[in-house]
């Protein structure tokens, strides 16, 4: 009983960081790499405020989005952008695009390193004072983003926007859509999903660290390839399925094989299922 | 002081190996990310030849061979997948050999693999890199470079002209992975240990930045991308984490304002041969 | 009136178009019809703003000339210049209604003037409405088609009410015009006849880019031939059906000639 509620817990963590990544990658095409920095950072300016502010909850959570959202602009104008449109994942261009990224990544980590020292610093539980009080509010969390995401996409005007130029960017481009408001718009929205992704799975956890960043990142990566590129209730049940792995995983072969599921589970998917990965979808 | 700048060159002399390697591949419009691991295997199996006794060159040789096998082995799993997929697919193998090495006492442990014995002689890496200049210099001839050429550049031309694509990609991978394990099996005995980070991502990375920094026209741009990025942080006596970040840096710069790196295409490209468009 | 003066068009340094002048006035429908290969298309992806040109495309209205040249394509949209391109152009993911409101998730329309555009859409294409939720992707070709043209006529009604509410709160100066690109491939006769009516009823000018040069012929009051990238006849309709040297160009025989024309 006890895993199941773990699993749900991890799952929960998985699929908040997963719901952002998924957002750019249908609006945008591009797999950002640098996503899991973009968490990072906010996850160290929560850290640094909620320090500096104790108990001032809406100032911890606001400096963790407006730090996601400008990493997040800074990551799409400085690598992303100038490199022009990807309209063909599989194209050269996109690969170029991932390395940049990648690149990018790279540099904010090693800042980080460099500013905060390489070692895990505490990270305060500002919503609740155990382990357990932390874990419901990010399971609560993560179930309210999810819908708030659903019911965004589906019942906005801005939503609507964002899924025509995810299904055909030529066409909405003729409709009217002006495809670059909307996509720094797209750029804005995942960034803010990943502060609070940040702010939710760092004090459950308790710890804050340069390499949460990669780590999840990678972890949302795999939820978000395996569940189906831009299919948000895909990446909800992948997320769930890759905690329960890895709860599985410890409880039979010990911890240190933990973060090896993941990557399992992608090489499995990619390998011994190769279906057609449909683009053009963010639902 | 020599014996720091040989130290240094020593180094760069490896790079230039593993640049060369994933030149190869890069070359073949691959996007390969499991180098780590490829070097890593080479290295292990070498010091375990040499360790039992047989000639260091029978060492390498038998490294190079078992880097060549597992990088065909990753190649052929994944060679259904195309484009990003196949870059995300060999860096989760990457990732899951740390993994695994992290875990395994018989690959180092946590602490690395240190049954090596020091290498009998410094003159090892610049012979091969030297060796593999000519090679390279020979290949940059022949039909199978333009061939290459022609399935980076344009997947669905080259296989009307009747490319065996396929084949073509296996070659170069494991001729790549060959030259790397050769490099992992030189850099494990000049060293003396191996971490088990280095199966992983972050050294993959490293790898291929020499190449894509340098450029993949030809392959004089990975040996001087290889050359640059290992003397100059070592010269400036960069931190670990500075000169990753000097890494990033300068692959971001690259990609955005000279994606073809610092050598481009226009030079040393060999007359006579036109790529038909 | 929209004009075209001396277009030019090369696609790598072949030339596509070669020096076209046309114009469309306000509320007038065009057919631009010939052989295929004659640079049609490419016309009409001008003036939407999606190929690079040369010559000068303009908006001559009584406020003002404005050049389209240097407007994005959203701007010449948002202007009522909606092209629908020959391949269908619909979101495949997004349900049939979706498609619709795609143009007011752009613009801020009334919600009592959405439901009374919609209401006189669904009157021609009643399809639209019992397949509403469905997801557009599932479709037949015919059936997409039609979704297409519908959705473009919409973006243009939001587009005049909105213009007739609030002026200035659209893209000025507002030129409703519906380019379509070869509506007849794919579609049934039935299908082309409930185009031509909806046209007609929801009075949405259009520039007609055609291949089935009699279909064109017979819903539009001028026509352009265009042959090779350089435009070889401009009149009204009937004048080009009675041109001897043009009916074997469009291949129209002789007889059928006088009854193309059908007072509509």
Excluded at chain 2, 6 to 25: E, F, K, N, R, V
Excluded at chain 3, 47 to 65: D, H, R
């Amino acid at each position: 009983m006890d895993q199941i509620v773990n699993s749900l817990a991890v799952g929960c963590t998985y699929l908040l960081i997963a719901l952002g990544f998924n957002l750019i990658f249908g609006v945008q095409r591009i797999v950002n790499l640098a996503y899991g920095e973009i968490f990072m950072v906010a996850a160290y300016a929560a850290a640094w405020s909620a320090r500096a502010a104790p108990g001032q909850v809406a100032l911890i959570i606001s400096s963790a989005i407006i730090a996601a959202a400008a990493a997040g602009l800074s990551v799409y104008l400085c690598a992303i952008k100038p490199l022009g449109e990807v309209t063909n994942v599989n194209s050269p261009r996109h690969l170029s695009v991932i390395v940049s990224t990648i690149g990018f990544s790279i540099v904010l980590q090693n800042a980080a390193i460099l500013k905060f020292g390489a070692y895990p610093q505490r990270f305060p539980r500002f919503l609740g004072d155990s382990v357990i009080a932390s874990t419901v509010w990010m399971m609560i969390g993560a179930v309210c983003i999810l819908f708030a995401v659903h019911m965004a996409l589906r019942h906005t005007r801005a939503g609507l926007r964002l899924r025509a130029i995810a299904d055909n960017p030529e066409l909405a481009l003729c409709t009217g859509i002006r495809t670059d408001h909307d996509k720094l718009l797209a750029v804005i929205f995942s960034s803010a999903l990943a502060g609070v992704a940040a702010l939710l799975i760092c004090q459950q956890i308790g710890v804050v660290s340069p390499f949460i960043g990669s780590l999840y990142g990678f972890k949302a990566l795999v939820v978000v390839i395996v569940g189906g590129l831009g299919n948000m209730r895909g990446a909800a049940f992948v997320a769930l399925v890759l905690g329960s792995a890895e709860v599985a995983t410890t409880v039979w072969l010990g911890s240190n094989y933990r973060d090896g599921v993941a990557f399992a589970l992608l090489i499995g998917v990619l390998i011994f299922r190769n279906r057609r990965f449909h683009l053009g979808q963010l639902r | 002081m020599n014996d720091y700048l040989l130290q240094i060159a020593t180094l760069a002399a490896m790079s230039c190996l593993l640049a060369l390697g994933a030149y190869a591949t890069l070359s073949a419009g691959l996007l390969f990310m499991c180098f780590g691991t490829i070097m890593s295997i080479g290295g292990i199996v070498a010091a375990a030849v040499y360790s039992s006794g047989l000639p260091f060159l029978v060492a390498l040789g038998a490294g190079g061979a078992a880097g060549a096998c597992a990088g065909g082995l990753i190649y052929i799993g994944c060679s259904r997948l195309i484009g990003f997929l196949f870059a995300v697919a060999t860096l989760s193998f990457g990732e899951l050999a740390r993994v695994i090495a992290l875990n395994t006492e018989r690959f180092g442990g946590a602490l690395g693999y240190k049954d090596v014995r020091a290498s009998p002689s410094i003159c090892y890496p610049f012979a091969l890199m030297g060796i593999a200049i000519i090679c390279l210099g020979i290949f940059d001839k022949c039909p199978m470079r333009l061939a290459l050429r022609i399935i980076k550049e344009d997947e669905v031309n080259a296989a009307s002209l009747g490319i065996n694509i396929g084949l073509h990609r296996l070659a170069a991978v494991v001729s790549g992975s060959f030259v790397v394990a050769l490099a992992g099996g030189l850099y494990i005995h000049a060293v003396g240990l191996l971490e088990p980070r280095m199966f992983g991502f972050d050294n993959s990375l490293e790898i291929l930045i020499f190449a894509i920094v340098g450029g993949t026209a030809t392959y004089v741009g990975p040996i001087c991308g290889a050359v640059l990025l290992t003397a100059l942080p070592e010269l400036l006596r960069f931190s670990t984490s500075l000169r990753m970040l000097f890494y990033g840096a300068v692959l971001v710069v690259i990609i955005i304002f000279r994606p073809e790196g610092i050598i481009g295409s226009r030079f040393g490209q060999s007359r006579g041969q036109t790529v038909i468009r | 009136m929209l004009q075209v003066d001396n277009l030019k068009v090369a696609y790598n340094g072949a030339a596509v178009i070669n020096g076209v002048s046309l114009h469309i006035n306000y509320d007038e429908s065009v057919a631009l019809i010939g052989p295929n290969g004659a640079g049609k298309t490419t016309i009409g992806r001008a003036i939407a703003g999606l190929v690079p040109y040369q010559g000068q495309i303009q908006l001559m209205m009584s406020g003002g000339t404005t050049s389209l040249k240097h407007l994005a394509a959203w701007a010449i949209a948002r202007s009522g210049i909606v092209y629908i391109s020959e391949s269908t152009s619909i979101y495949e993911s997004l349900s049939v209604a979706d498609n619709l409101l795609v143009a007011c998730a752009v613009l801020s329309t009334a919600r009592a003037a959405k439901s009374v555009m919609l209401t006189n859409l669904y009157a021609h294409f009643p399809f639209l409405r019992d397949r509403s939720e469905q997801r557009a992707g599932t479709l037949s070709g015919g059936q997409k088609k039609l979704l297409a043209i519908a959705r473009g006529l919409f973006l243009i009604q939001c587009l005049k009410t909105l213009s007739l509410e609030h002026p200035g709160s659209v893209g000025a100066p507002l030129f409703p015009l519906l380019i379509l690109d070869e509506p007849s491939h794919g579609l049934s006769p039935q299908a082309l006849d409930t185009v031509r009516q909806a046209l007609r009823d929801l009075n949405v000018a259009f520039l007609l880019i055609e291949q089935m040069a009699r279909f064109a012929l017979n819903i539009c009051r001028r026509a352009y031939v265009l042959r090779n990238g350089v435009v070889v006849m401009s009149d009204f309709s009937e004048a080009v059906c009675e041109n001897a040297l043009l009916r074997s160009y469009l291949g129209l025989s002789a007889d059928r000639a006088s009854t193309l024309w059908t007072k509509s």
